[in-house]
């Protein structure tokens, strides 16, 4: 055991050293200095191809329900729209039949599990507005058309209220209102919209209270109006739409895909894209608290524009919305140009109030890719699915998935790398300092050094294990272990030396003989499944590194272990 005494002088020496360590640091210019605030970290990101839609189609409703993937409706071939919708399970897609046509609908997923689905096009070429709804059983995968809307409606949104009341607004080349959905089968008119927007965004800012704007009308055309309607009361100025106005949401996803709130102590807060007239793009905020008598917008303090062209001179057309990713603390802005390249803008850090940085993840041209809505799956990845790339009478059947995750911005290419050079050199010759006195002080006095391991680290790696036996983290490809740590509510250096005590491997080591192990799982169930998509589907970031690592681990390629075990 170790002395009191010992124990003292050990955290007396522990202190000393780390405070050596920070005047380390701070005697070293950081990288975000070295570089300057304007810099935006690029990075390459692998995109994978996934099996093909049964039906091409573009306009489709796309969302992740029961761990699956589901478009719904839209139009197909010759712009007529489809009254079915697919899910991605398995390896493939499910083709199943909707209750009504939706091409252009609206949806909200809501607390029972079910997603309401509503409106579109009344005809092909899409002409018209339609009333229908129907909810949609992600267990059972089926349709089940109840009751209609109070005003026929496309391309309008919705957002479910804590109350689980729903609103609804937005049309297309017709007359917008504002109307209620009870939650059960009955929709009732609130107040109109004068002018009415496309594709509006509908942010909830109390129980039963929304603000409803947007940067285009029913006709498409664009407002800049400093003006927000509320779902009670009257609209109100916005002092930053005098500057920067709401970009429009082409990709429609619903507002619960943007919140960075914390309803449980009453803040309700959402991101959005803004551009000024100079065409510069910029995130932004609403947040409303307690007491507040209107939300608060402002753009988020981010340290780096948001390059509006490529690297290669192209310009980056972004779509409207933010998708947050509370796992990996980030939200994600998907983007296009014309060679087909897709680009993930990363909002890195996206909950806080400072140091929120900006990171590009770019793609090789993707020529046969649709604009299709993005979809965040459970592993922290995106798929794109349908869309056009040209006409509406041709809508694409190709499925994608954009691999978020493995490198960091310390490795990412692009203007700006050697800053992350320096600061990686400054953490190694401060850890290796550190390894070095920690080393001495122990030869010094052995009697510090405890022969047998603690209990309390038993422990650790007991809940190591639990979590990821009953989580599964590791199915990310980009899990740290500052995630763990952060999850465990622990410190870093005590996981990391858990799992090295404990079963003699890294921490990657260690996270990666639970993917494989996953792999395994899914090749003994379907062996005939992609190997590029069980290597996704297992936490690596791709095939290269999945038949790497699983070598490394059973001696066998997975084909191989497949003959042998299949």
Not at 496 to 520: L, W
Request: hydrophobic share 40%.
């Amino acid at each position: 055991m170790i002395s009191k005494l010992a124990h003292h002088r050990r955290l007396l020496h522990r202190k000393s050293t780390l405070l050596f360590l920070c005047l380390l640091m701070t005697a070293l210019p950081s990288a975000a200095q070295t570089s300057g605030e304007s810099v935006c970290m690029q990075q390459k990101i692998e995109a994978v191809r996934l099996p093909d839609l049964n039906i091409p189609r573009a306009s489709s409703i796309a969302f992740f329900a029961n761990g699956e993937v589901v478009l719904v409706g839209g139009h197909t071939n010759g712009f007529v729209p489809t009254a079915t919708a697919e899910y991605l399970k398995d390896g493939k897609w499910h083709l199943v039949k909707t209750a009504y046509e939706h091409d252009d609908g609206l949806y909200v997923p809501l607390e029972s599990g079910k997603v309401l689905i509503g409106g579109g096009h009344e005809k092909s070429l899409g002409i018209g507005q339609t009333f229908p709804t129907e909810y949609y059983n992600p267990v059972e995968h089926s349709f089940e058309g109840f009751g209609c809307l109070d005003t026929k409606r496309a391309l309008a949104q919705a957002l479910e209220l804590d109350s689980g009341k729903v609103v609804i607004a937005g049309n297309w080349y017709a007359d917008d209102a504002v109307e209620m959905f009870d939650g059960k089968a009955t929709f009732s008119h609130v107040r109109k919209l004068a002018p009415g927007f496309v594709s509006p965004y509908i942010f909830q800012i109390s129980a039963d209270n929304a603000v409803i704007f947007g940067s285009q009308d029913i006709h498409g055309k664009p407002i800049k109006s400093d003006s927000v309607y509320l779902l009670k009361g009257e609209p109100f100025s916005v002092p930053l739409f005098k500057d920067w106005h709401p970009c429009m949401p082409f990709n429609r996803l619903c507002a619960s895909n943007s919140f960075v709130g914390n309803k449980q102590k009453g803040i309700y807060a959402y991101l959005f894209m803004v551009m000024n007239d100079e065409g510069q793009m910029a995130v932004a905020k609403m947040e409303s608290t307690k007491g507040a008598e209107v939300p608060r917008f402002s753009l988020l303090p981010a340290k780096q524009t948001i390059p509006m062209k490529s690297q290669w001179g192209s310009e980056i057309v972004y779509y409207g919305s933010v998708i947050v990713d509370d796992r990996a603390g980030k939200g994600y802005v998907i983007g296009f140009d014309k060679d087909c390249r897709y680009y993930v803008l990363c909002i890195n850090n996206v909950r806080a109030e400072k140091d929120i940085t900006l990171t590009l993840c770019y793609t090789e041209p993707l020529t046969d890719i649709g604009d299709g809505v993005p979809v965040l799956t459970g592993e922290g990845n995106i798929v794109v699915a349908g869309g056009i790339t040209g006409s509406n009478f041709y809508p694409k059947s190709t499925a994608y998935m954009l691999c978020l995750g493995e490198k960091s911005e310390a490795q990412a290419s692009g203007t700006g790398w050697l800053p992350w050079i320096v600061l990686t050199a400054m953490v190694l010759l401060a850890a290796l300092l550190y390894v070095l006195l920690c080393r001495k002080r122990t030869d010094d006095n052995p009697a510090e050094t405890p022969d047998c391991c603690d209990e309390s680290e038993k422990h650790l790696f007991q809940r190591i294990s639990t979590l990821m036996d009953n989580e599964k983290p590791y199915l990310r490809s980009d899990l740290k272990l500052s995630d763990v740590s952060a999850l465990l509510s622990t410190n870093s250096r005590y996981v990391s030396e858990a799992i090295r005590n404990q079963c003699g491997s890294s921490f990657t080591q260690f996270v990666n003989g639970y993917r494989v192990e996953h792999a395994k799982r899914l090749m003994r169930e379907n062996p005939d499944r992609k190997i590029t998509e069980i290597a996704v589907l297992s936490g690596f970031s791709g095939e290269s590194s999945f038949f790497r690592t699983f070598k490394t681990f059973t001696g066998l390629t997975p084909k191989e272990w497949i003959a042998q075990n299949g």
